[in-house]
C-alpha cells in the first residue's frame, strides 16, 4: 500500500485524536489521485427526509425541508459522513437495483430510534415506539457528476449499483500502468464511506469523529473539481440503498422541490406497524414558503 494510504488507515483507528486539518493535509498530498465519477440523470429524483422533533412541529417551507440554508445557525451542524463540522451538505436518496423506494432509505438513513433498534435490539424489543418524519421529494433538473464511491467489499457483496459501476470504472482504467493503484485507492476511501461503526460514547453522543476521512476526502476533491457531490452505499439498509450528498450550489441549481408528505413509525409492543403517509402537501404556496398539508387518504 502507498505509504500516506497506509498511514491514514492507520489513523483511522484512533480518529478522535487525529486533527480534522492533518487528514486533510494527508489526502491533498497523495501523488497521482483517482477520482470516478457517476452521472445523476436529468428527470430522476431524490428523496430526502427530515426526523420531525417534536412530532407535533410541522416543517412549512422550502428551508424547513432542505439543507441548512442560515449561516447563523451552521455552528449547530454536527460532523457527517460527507459534510465536517459547520458545514452544510444536502443527504438525499435515490433508486437503487435492490430498493426501488428511496423515501425508505432516507429514513433510515435518517431515524436515531432506527438506529437504536439496530444497535441495541435487546433493549428495544418490546418498547412502544413512535417516530413521525417529513419526506421531501426533489425532481432533478440536469445532469448532475458527482463523485462515486463503490469499492467498499461489504457493497460489493450486495449492491448490484456498485458491481456494475465498479465494472464500468475498471474499463476506464483500461491498461493504465496505474490500474492497481487506483483500486487501492478507491478501495480505502470507499471502505470509509462505508464505515457502519459509529457506535455511542459514553455520553451518549455518537462517534462522528470516524466520518473525519470520509468529510475530508469528499471536502478536498470538490474543492479541487467541478463535481458537486458524492454518491456511496447506504449503510443503514446494509449497503442495499444508495445515498446522494450535494453541495448547496448544486441544490439551487440543478434540483426542483416537487412535495412534501408526513409519516409515521410505530412500534408497539414490540412489532413494526407499516409506515404510512398520513399528511400530504396538497400545495407548497408562494415561493414554496407556505405548506398547505391535508389530512392523506389512500
Not at 505509504?3 to 494527508?26: C, F, G, R, T
Not at 449561516?71 to 435492490?98: A, K, M, T, W
Not at 475498471?170 to 457502519?196: H, M, V
Amino acid at each position: 500500500m502507498h505509504e500516506i494510504l497506509a498511514e491514514l488507515k492507520h489513523l483511522s483507528n484512533d480518529l478522535e485524536n487525529v486533527p480534522y486539518e492533518k487528514i486533510y493535509d494527508l489526502i491533498r498530498a497523495i501523488p497521482d489521485k483517482c477520482v470516478p465519477t457517476a452521472i445523476i440523470h436529468k428527470g430522476w429524483y431524490i428523496d430526502r427526509v427530515r426526523i420531525n422533533d417534536p412530532a407535533e412541529v410541522y416543517f412549512n417551507k422550502y428551508d424547513d425541508v432542505s439543507h441548512h440554508r442560515n449561516p447563523d445557525l451552521f455552528h449547530l451542524i454536527g460532523r457527517g459522513r460527507c459534510n465536517d463540522i459547520g458545514q452544510s451538505i444536502f443527504y438525499g436518496s435515490v433508486v437503487s437495483p435492490e430498493i426501488k423506494i428511496p423515501r425508505l432509505v432516507a429514513y433510515l438513513e435518517t431515524s436515531r430510534i432506527q438506529r437504536d433498534l439496530e444497535k441495541f435490539p435487546n433493549e428495544q424489543r418490546n418498547l412502544n415506539l413512535q417516530e413521525t418524519f417529513t419526506m421531501s421529494r426533489w425532481r432533478i433538473q440536469e445532469d448532475i457528476e458527482v463523485v462515486e464511491m463503490i469499492l467498499s467489499e461489504e457493497a460489493l457483496k450486495v449492491s448490484q449499483y456498485a458491481k456494475d459501476a465498479l465494472k464500468n470504472q475498471l474499463k476506464n482504467f483500461g491498461e493504465n500502468k496505474l490500474k492497481d493503484y487506483f483500486i487501492e485507492q478507491l478501495k480505502f476511501f470507499s471502505d470509509e464511506f462505508a464505515r457502519n461503526d459509529i457506535e455511542k460514547d459514553e455520553n451518549g453522543s455518537y462517534q462522528t469523529y470516524k466520518y473525519k476521512i470520509s468529510a475530508a476526502y469528499l471536502n478536498y476533491i470538490l474543492e479541487k473539481t467541478p463535481f458537486q457531490g458524492v454518491t456511496y452505499p447506504s449503510v443503514s439498509t446494509r449497503y442495499s440503498g444508495q445515498n446522494v450528498a450535494l453541495i448547496p450550489s448544486a441544490v439551487e441549481k440543478y434540483l426542483k422541490l416537487e412535495s412534501a408528505g408526513m409519516f409515521r413509525f410505530d412500534r408497539i409492543n414490540g412489532e413494526n406497524i407499516p409506515i404510512d403517509c398520513f399528511k400530504i402537501a396538497t400545495d407548497l404556496g408562494p415561493d414554496q414558503k407556505a405548506f398547505v398539508w391535508e389530512d392523506y387518504k389512500s
